[in-house]
């Protein structure tokens, strides 16, 4: 199984700022790659695909880059909604499907 | 507009099956595969199963190959989940998740709310 390592765990940041989260896969997954933010007791929701491609209705401070085995989430102009843990998400080779273990971001 | 609900959780013992379902609406059901992916209180997501738009593939976590079984019943809108031989660690809210695209397998762009499942003695 592709195995999919996010870093940090977690982090603090400051509304206003630039944040990155990287995600690793244990090989070469092309650009299928999804981010999902997740918010407490709440579903996930999608955010990016294709490495980079941002999902309709998702705010233009979020974007995604990389190919390949690493890849970058950055968050500009942080917000006080994006308190959330964030997730990564490889589709090339299945089964499995597998997630990155998590990024918890929290506004201070 | 598209909506996913669950139903069937609740508590049951080591051993015991379980069946959840998954409703869908707002959508053409029988064009998209359909997942399972479930969450451990406090920890992170796990793709449990998928079923492809026509129900002719089928794939598996390993965690659950062989106990578990994917269907889907394109003329009612639903899914299911039969969970055999549960097991403390399956225990979890379990999402179903459509994926995004037509006739592939992929990634999720829309969750039902989640049912809990516990498995205790």
């Known amino acids: 199984a592709i195995r999919v390592t996010q870093s940090p765990s977690s982090f603090s940041a400051s509304t206003g700022d630039r944040v990155t989260i990287t995600c690793r896969a244990s090989q070469d997954i092309s650009n299928y790659l999804a981010w999902y933010q997740q918010k407490p007791g709440k579903a996930p929701n999608l955010l990016i695909y294709?490495?980079?491609t941002l999902q309709s209705g998702v705010p233009s401070r979020f974007s995604g880059s990389g190919s390949g085995t690493d890849f970058t989430l950055t968050i500009t102009y942080l917000q006080s909604e994006d308190s959330a843990t964030y997730y990564c998400?490889?589709?090339?080779?299945?089964?499995?499907?597998?997630f990155g273990q998590g990024t918890r971001l929290e506004i201070k | 507009q598209v909506q996913l609900m669950e139903s069937g959780g609740g508590v049951v013992q080591p051993g015991r099956s379980l069946r959840l379902s998954c409703t869908a609406s707002?959508?053409?059901?029988?064009?998209?595969?359909i997942h399972w992916v479930r969450q451990a209180p406090g920890k992170g997501l796990e793709w449990v199963a998928v079923i492809s738009y026509d129900g002719s593939n089928r794939y598996y976590a390993e965690s659950v190959e062989g106990r578990f079984t994917i269907s889907r019943d394109n003329s009612k809108n639903t899914l299911s989940l039969q969970m055999n031989s549960l097991r403390a660690e399956d225990t979890g809210v379990y999402y179903c998740?459509?994926?995004?695209?037509?006739?592939?397998?992929?990634?999720?762009?829309?969750w039902g709310q989640g049912t809990l499942v516990t498995v205790s003695s």
């Open positions: 707002g959508f053409i059901f029988s064009n998209y595969a």
């Open positions: 294709a490495a980079s």
């Open positions: 998400q490889q589709y090339y080779i299945y089964p499995p499907i597998t």
């Open positions: 998740a459509k994926d995004q695209q037509m006739a592939t397998i992929k990634y999720f762009d829309y």
